[in-house]
């Protein structure tokens, strides 16, 4: 799941998108988002996705914040669905995608 955000953000990038942005990468993998804060993992492949997050911040002047958010969370706003075919939850459905980013919350 990290590789794909990850080449969607590189792709974004070189077309020009994330120029002097601010992101935010909302995952339910716990792992990732303590890696990509410490700056490395013993994790081979998880170690080259965290550069290459960093890079991108790098080259493009990219505020990037990697979010934890429960498993819950992500199911109830459609995201986990969308994987498996489900197309009718959370904003999917026609729900707001504000109401599923609580920034003042813990996962």
Not at 39 to 67: E, F, P
Not at 100 to 107: C, E, G, R, S, W
């Amino acid at each position: 799941e990290l590789r794909n955000l990850v080449e969607d953000l590189e792709l974004e990038a070189s077309s020009g998108g994330l120029k002097d942005t601010e992101m935010f990468l909302f995952t339910d993998n716990s792992t990732a988002e303590s890696a990509y804060y410490k700056g490395s993992s013993s994790s081979k492949k998880l170690h080259a996705l965290i550069l290459r997050l960093h890079k991108l911040s790098l080259d493009y002047s990219l505020i990037l914040h990697v979010v934890h958010v429960s498993g819950t969370r992500m199911i109830a706003q459609g995201t986990d669905g969308c994987s498996r075919g489900v197309l009718l939850e959370g904003v999917m459905s026609g729900q707001s995608m504000l109401s599923f980013v609580d920034l003042d919350k813990t996962a």
